[in-house]
Nanobody, 124 residues
Framework: QVRLVESGGGLVQAGDSLRLSCAPSGRTFGNYAMAWFRQTPGLEREFVAVITGGYSTTYYADSVKGRFTIGRGDAKNTVFLQMNSLKPEDRAAYYC?????????????????WGQGVQVTVSS
């Protein structure tokens, strides 16, 4: 069974940092695009960041550019999301996702593999 397992969520204050990690199991995703999405109740799942396979090119949503960093961990099969200068509007459930590294990267329905999500809460 292929799974993506996120960790690192929690409750922080505005301005603080958090680091989320995503560890796949059941298969390797070393050459896949790995992305983070987030979702708040009542809203659609929103693209946050992606790191492509191959050259590991990164793309970010405008709302997190300059504050968040996506990268691959020491084990290439893992991916992290370093979140700095967190704001209350960053509060959401954050999901890790994987897809073949081609085509569109910012649409959630392009991703066949998903984790169960971790909650990030930012108090003001």
């Amino acid at each position: 069974q292929v799974r993506l397992v996120e960790s690192g969520g929690g409750l922080v204050q505005a301005g603080d940092s958090l680091r989320l990690s995503c560890a796949p199991s059941g298969r390797t995703f070393g050459n896949y695009a790995m992305a983070w999405f987030r979702q708040t109740p009542g809203l659609e799942r929103e693209f946050v960041a992606v790191i492509t396979g191959g050259y590991s090119t990164t793309y970010y949503a405008d709302s997190v550019k300059g504050r968040f960093t996506i990268g691959r961990g020491d084990a290439k099969n893992t991916v992290f999301l370093q979140m700095n200068s967190l704001k209350p509007e960053d509060r959401a459930a954050y999901y890790c996702a994987a897809k073949v590294s081609m085509g569109t990267f910012d649409k959630s329905d392009a991703y066949p593999y998903w984790g169960q999500g971790v909650q990030v809460t930012v108090s003001s």
